[in-house]
Nanobody, 129 residues
Framework: QVQVVESGGGSVQAGGSLRLSCTVT????????MGWFRQYQGEGREGVGT????????YYASFVKGRFSITFDNAKNTLFLQMNDLKPEDSANYYC??????????????????????WGQGTQVTVSS
């Protein structure tokens, strides 16, 4: 059974940085799409970015604007989300997701939560001004 576990969340002041990790077990190799999503309280999940484990460049949501970076360590089967210059509006519960195969587009959207079936429990990020 595939297990997805996020970690690295916490509280930080505006302008600070956090590095989130996502470890996947029971799901290995270089043929998987990995994604980061975030959810505000009482809202739906918003895509942050996706990356193919085979090494293709990530897809990023427009709001990232160069502040975030997604990488995948094939040796450790671990996905990372490096977040810099954090803003209060970045405060949310961040989720990691995984799906076998190439990343897929849904009407031009490469960061669609509906394309993923394996999810972590989330890690909370709180940014104070």
């Amino acid at each position: 059974q595939v297990q997805v576990v996020e970690s690295g969340g916490g509280s930080v002041q505006a302008g600070g940085s956090l590095r989130l990790s996502c470890t996947v077990t029971g799901f290995f190799g270089t043929d998987a799409c990995m994604g980061w999503f975030r959810q505000y309280q009482g809202e739906g999940r918003e895509g942050v970015g996706t990356i193919y484990s085979g090494g293709t460049p990530p897809y990023y949501a427009s709001f990232v604007k160069g502040r975030f970076s997604i990488t995948f360590d094939n040796a450790k089967n671990t996905l990372f989300l490096q977040m810099n210059d954090l803003k209060p509006e970045d405060s949310a519960n961040y989720y990691c997701a995984a799906e076998r195969g190439f990343c897929r587009s849904s009407g031009g959207n490469w960061i669609d939560w509906r394309n993923f079936s394996n999810w972590g429990q989330g890690t909370q990020v709180t940014v104070s001004s």
